[in-house]
């Protein structure tokens, strides 16, 4: 299968994951359900994801790749670390307010056994607060913040995230406006600076 193709049937698979979810929560999500209402063989599901944690786990890497894709993209080119930070505030704010990880963070806090919440974070903050902590290195290697890196990089998450997670996921609050992320993540930076400048 190309590339192109099975990127396509990712997402398909994807949309369809999250659809049953939203209908049956993780407890009544099923392969076989998923592969139904995807249009692909049950067979496709279980060699791609192996089982529904696999799939799960999946769902989490590809919705953390839009932020740890562009992280890796501005670090490797090294971009100015001061305008990556104030890029990712906004776009870091997005993916985790997002309806899918709304979806993802309900179906872990729901789990009594813990293993969803487990693989949410290794999946999630797993792979993008590394990226976070290396960004925050460049930070503290040009003299822009004060060090250490990864405590201020945890600082920052703090200010940024905040409850905002948690009360969306329990229907606490709508997910915040995209101006109202845009002006969270500056009100994180600039208390970040004032703290850690």
Not at 124 to 151: C, D, K, M, N
Request: aromatic fraction near 6%; include cysteine.
């Amino acid at each position: 299968m190309r590339a192109q193709a099975k990127e396509q049937r990712e997402d398909q698979i994807a949309q369809a994951a999250y659809a049953l979810m939203a209908e049956k929560g993780f407890q009544g999500l099923s392969m076989l359900a998923v592969s139904k209402r995807a249009k692909a063989s049950n067979e496709t599901l279980y060699r791609w994801y192996g089982d529904k944690l696999g799939l799960f786990q999946a769902l989490i890497s590809r919705n953390a790749a839009q932020v740890a894709d562009a992280l890796d993209e501005a670090l490797e080119q090294r971009d100015d670390p001061r305008q990556t930070l104030q890029n990712l505030g906004p776009t870091l704010l997005g993916m985790l307010l997002s309806p899918r990880a709304i979806a993802l963070n309900r179906a872990a806090a729901a789990d009594a056994s813990n293993t969803l919440g487990q693989v949410l974070a290794k999946s999630g903050r797993g792979e993008v607060f590394p990226r976070i902590s290396t960004l925050f290195q460049q930070l503290v290697e040009t003299g822009t913040l004060t060090g250490p890196a990864e405590t201020a990089a945890a600082l920052w998450v703090d200010l940024l995230v905040g409850d905002w997670q948690i009360r969306c996921a329990t229907g606490a609050i709508d997910p915040p406006t995209p101006a109202q992320q845009q002006a969270r993540a500056q009100s994180a930076e600039a208390l970040l600076f004032q703290l850690r400048g």
